[in-house]
C-alpha cells in the first residue's frame, strides 16, 4: 500500500479563472477525487485598495509598468494563511532559482505550496524578504505573469505524488531522473512509413533492452544535454 499525502496548493493570483485549468484533466481530476491532492485559488483583487481595489502602482524612480504592492500581497498571505503553516511560499519570478526535477520531487513529497502569481512589472521587492518568499523561475524566459509558471510547477509536483500515475514505476524511467533524458519509445505500427522499430525492441529480452535504453539515454543526453552530465551530484 503507498503511502497518501494529501498535498494542498494555494494560489494567489489576479487571475482565478484560469484554474484548475490543466489540473482538473486525466490523472489529476482522478487524484483530486480521491483526495490525493486539492487546490484553492486567492483572488488578489479581493484585498485591493479603495473602491477601484487597486493592487498595484507606479514603480518608484520611475520607469514603465507598475508593480504589485507590498501590502496589498502581504494582506492577501496573511489572511488567506494560517500561522502555523508550514508550506513553502513560492514568488513566481524569471529572478528566481530555476525550478527542476528534483525540486518537484521535494515538494511532491511537502504538505503542499503557496503559489504567488504576479503580474505587471513584478512585486515590491520588500515582501520577499518580509513574507520569506522563495523566487523560483521556470526557464530563462519572460512570461505575462506567473500563473502558467505556477500551473507548469504544479503538474510537476502533483504527478510524483504517490497514486497520482497510473504506475509509479511511469516516473522512475524519465527524463531528468537520474540526470539523463529518455531513451526513444515505439509503438504499433511496426513499420511507420518505411521506419522500423529497432529489433531490439521486439525480440523480448529484457536484459537487452534495458541495457539498449540505457546507452541511447547516455546518447542523447551526451548530445543535447551535456550539462546534465556534468551537473551529476
Ligand atoms: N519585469 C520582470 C518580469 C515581469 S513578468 C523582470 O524583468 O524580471 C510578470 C510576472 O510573470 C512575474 O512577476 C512573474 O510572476 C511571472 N513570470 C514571468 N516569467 C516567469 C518565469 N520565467 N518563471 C516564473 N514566473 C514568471
Sequence with gaps: ??????????????????????????????????????????????????KQKMVDDTPAGGGSGMVLRADVLANA???????????????????????????????????????????????????????????????????????????AMLEAIVRLIPGVLGSDLSAINESFENNLLEYPQYTRPQIFEGQKIPNVLLEGNHQKIEKWRNEQSK??????RPDLIANKE
Design 1 to 50: 500500500m503507498v503511502k497518501r499525502n494529501n498535498f494542498h496548493a494555494s494560489i494567489i493570483t489576479l487571475f482565478p479563472e484560469l484554474f484548475p485549468g490543466t489540473l482538473d484533466v486525466s490523472i489529476f481530476k482522478r487524484a483530486q477525487k480521491e483526495g490525493l491532492f486539492s487546490l484553492e485559488t486567492i483572488n488578489l483583487r479581493q484585498f485591493g485598495l479603495g
Design 77 to 151: 498571505i496573511d489572511q488567506s494563511t494560517k500561522d502555523n503553516d508550514k508550506r513553502r511560499r513560492i514568488l513566481l519570478s524569471p529572478r528566481g532559482k530555476k525550478f527542476t526535477q528534483k525540486m518537484a520531487h521535494e515538494l511532491s513529497k511537502s504538505e503542499g505550496v503557496i503559489l504567488i502569481c504576479a503580474r505587471f512589472e513584478g512585486v515590491d521587492e520588500r515582501i520577499i524578504k518580509k513574507r520569506n518568499l522563495e523566487e523560483i523561475s521556470i526557464g530563462d524566459y519572460v512570461l505575462a505573469g506567473g500563473e502558467v509558471a505556477a500551473m
Design 219 to 224: 546518447k542523447l543526453t551526451l548530445s543535447r
